[in-house]
């Protein structure tokens, strides 16, 4: 799954993204409040600037994902 797909699901009304593959995934500067991404790979990931209340980012894989000035 892409960023795109992630965000034109997301768009539809779906937050169930659990063991998603989004490493390097671009997704500053977006709403993602109430996403379940339990155990995904968020790997380098930009999340700039993203909002993500009440996500559920239990065991996901952040390593050197950018999440300067992420709202929580």
């Known amino acids: 799954m892409n960023a795109d797909q992630l965000l034109k699901r997301y768009a539809t009304g779906e937050r169930e993204f659990s063991q998603a593959n989004l490493h390097t995934a671009s997704l500053g500067e977006v709403c993602l409040a109430d996403i379940n991404l339990t155990r995904s790979d968020l790997a ?29």
């Open 44 to 72: 380098k990931a930009l999340l700039s600037q993203t909002i993500l209340r009440r996500a559920n980012l239990s065991e996901a894989n952040l390593t050197a994902a950018t999440l300067w000035r992420t709202q929580s």
